[in-house]
């Protein structure tokens, strides 16, 4: 056998060596223009033995929580398709004239919206639309329940992921056009259960109310002078990396916020935050939408200067474990409306 032949042969064994030990990776060459980029955070490596509780995908279920609230209605996202008989993706609003939002039936949502694992992940990613050059960030619509579900009192709670780049994301509800809704309300509800506000280790929960003729005021505008009450994580480091539980709960009196099974937040429901005495406001049934998003430099408003999110970030993603709703059956005016 010549030298050369020798030493190709030892080369190949060396390869196969590597291979089997430590693992090889294939060549899959570039993505086409337009397609998502797998983040660091990935759905990917969820179940991965190694990882601390709080970085994987949980199959903790809890039929009751707060002592009185029971199971009854939610999404484990177990499932790789979406179940349409809970949710639907359309677009709520879309403040950025340079971002596209991708709804249910849109060829290119499975770009930035998919199902694996267990977990249901939203993608805020740089996109080229060669139709249109304003275009520079695509996304998916808001995930939502307008035409499946709405509800009035309880404990609604979430099982989150976020990147936490300066992302423009929010669990939020409304009450316009919900199921069981008074369409001749004089005021519509919206509830934020949190928006990140570009923020890198915050949240900020906020009460907005939208009325028939024009006006519109928000708690923390008026209450709070524009410096909200907000949940900050004390140790942000692996932020990106952990799953986060998010809470709301909402009684005949009060709203309240959590984090991580820690009440942080309260509204006395009992007492109007502006100049309108009418409290019945707070009391309207309401549906759920989950978003991602960012601070584009078309957004029209933003939270603080240099809140304009960082290409180099890109791409985040928003990734949901479950949503499951909790409700007390003998509080009085609890509402739970299903699309029949």
């Known amino acids: ?70 199971y009854v209605w939610g999404d484990e996202f177990d499932k790789d398709e979406l179940d349409l008989t809970k949710w639907t993706i359309l677009s709520h609003s879309n403040e950025s004239t340079d971002t596209l939002q991708f709804e249910l039936g849109d060829e290119n949502l499975s770009k930035v919206f998919k199902i694996e694992n267990g977990a249901a ?39 989150l992921r976020m990147s936490f780049r300066k992302d423009g994301n929010a669990i939020w509800m409304v009450s316009k056009n919900a199921l069981n809704a008074n369409d001749n309300a004089y005021c519509g509800l919206e509830v934020d259960v949190f928006e990140t506000l570009a923020s890198t280790d915050s949240v900020t929960p906020n009460i907005h109310l939208w009325y028939k003729d024009g006006r519109h005021s928000d708690y923390n505008g008026l209450v709070m002078k524009g410096e909200p009450q907000k949940y900050t994580f004390t140790n942000s480091y692996n932020l990106s990396k952990e799953f986060h539980l998010y809470g709301f709960e909402w009684t005949p009196t009060e ?72 409700q007390d059956p003998n509080m009085k005016g609890t509402q739970l409306n299903l699309a029949k």
């Open 255 to 326: 709203m309240s916020m959590y984090v991580d099974g820690e009440k942080y937040w309260t509204l006395d429901t009992t007492k109007s935050f502006d100049d309108d005495p009418d409290t019945t406001v707070y009391n309207q049934p309401i549906y759920l939408m989950l978003s991602a998003g960012a601070f584009t430099p078309q957004k029209t408003w933003h939270t603080y200067e240099g809140d304009v999110i960082d290409n180099t970030s890109l791409p985040l993603d928003f990734t949901v474990d479950w949503v499951r709703l909790y």
């Open 121 to 159: 992940t939203q993608i805020f990613q740089r996109w080229y639309d060669p139709t249109n050059t304003l275009i520079q960030y695509a996304t998916s619509a808001h995930l939502m329940t307008r035409p499946t579900m709405s509800w009035q009192y309880g404990y609604l709670e979430v099982r």
């Open 1 to 70: 056998m010549s030298s050369k032949i020798k030493f190709l042969a030892l080369f190949a064994a060396i390869s196969l060596f590597a291979c089997s030990a430590g693992g090889c990776k294939k060549d899959v060459g570039k993505q086409e223009s337009g397609a998502p980029t797998v983040s660091d955070n990935s759905t990917s490596d969820q179940s991965a033995d190694n990882l601390p509780e709080n970085q994987k995908v949980s199959t903790k279920f809890e039929d009751t929580k707060l002592g009185k609230y029971k």
